[in-house]
T-cell receptor, first 112, second 114 residues
Framework: GQQLNQSPQSMFIQEGEDVSMNCTSS?????WLWYKQDPGEGPVLLIA?????ELTSNGRLTAQFGITRKDSFLNISASIPSDVGIYFC????????????FGAGTQVVVTP | ETGVTQTPRHLVMGMTNKKSLKCEQH?????MYWYKQSAKKPLELMFV???????ENNSVPSRFSPECPNSSHLFLHLHTLQPEDSALYLC?????????????FGPGTRLTVL
């Protein structure tokens, strides 16, 4: 299926730094979701966004639903070692029930 | 048990074997999904069930056969698989309100086909 464009593909950062990643699409979405996946585990939902312009925080994580409804970004502030993992964006188009489209993921590596 | 559970967590099978993956959701959801996750690729949707009825088969080969006896349980029956079928198979569930469904994933089954 159609893939979301997620960038960057990977990030190597030092503990305490902030992290930013984003997803873009040529289609309009009604939902943006951000997941984190640890090795050997399933994706865990971090933040769900349902309205254009919506800005939502979950602890040190902040995500926004783009005004154009074609993009979203995720920020992690003051990274810690347990932030290591792969972060996926996913989007839901209203004309494709049950079909989430996923980005390829952003691998985050945090060094002490 | 809470959330979405999957068994087994790891499975190694030969190409002539028949095995089944099991998924159970404890969230009161009505929709369940199977995904395939291969290395370096985005998640691939395989099947969608809504209120026990299959609503999506994303051109999946017939060697994968899903079964959804009720809204809480989902199976994936495997037979005569190929080595390229080795992957992490993820189950997910959602409320299935017909709108912006948020999907919750299980831990996955790591499948290796020899």
């Amino acid at each position: 299926g159609q893939q979301l464009n997620q960038s960057p593909q990977s990030m190597f950062i030092q503990e305490g730094e902030d992290v930013s990643m984003n997803c873009t699409s040529s289609s309009i979405f009604n939902t943006w979701l951000w997941y984190k996946q640890d090795p050997g585990e399933g994706p865990v939902l971090l933040i769900a966004l349902y309205k254009a312009g919506e800005l939502t925080s979950n602890g040190r994580l902040t995500a926004q639903f783009g005004i154009t409804r074609k993009d979203s970004f995720l920020n992690i502030s003051a990274s810690i070692p347990s932030d290591v993992g792969i972060y996926f964006c996913a989007g839901h188009r209203i004309d494709s029930w049950g079909k989430l489209q996923f980005g390829a993921g952003t691998q985050v590596v945090v060094t002490p | 048990e809470t959330g979405v559970t999957q068994t087994p967590r790891h499975l190694v099978m030969g190409m002539t074997n028949k095995k089944s993956l099991k998924c159970e959701q404890h969230l009161g959801h009505n929709a369940m999904y199977w995904y395939k996750q291969s290395a370096k690729k985005p998640l691939e949707l395989m099947f969608v069930y809504n209120f026990k009825e299959q609503t999506e088969n994303n051109s999946v080969p017939s060697r994968f056969s899903p079964e959804c006896p009720n809204s809480s349980h989902l199976f994936l029956h495997l037979h005569t698989l190929q080595p390229e079928d080795s992957a992490l198979y993820l189950c997910a569930s959602s409320q299935a309100t017909g709108g912006a469904d948020t999907q919750y994933f299980g831990p996955g089954t790591r499948l290796t086909v020899l």
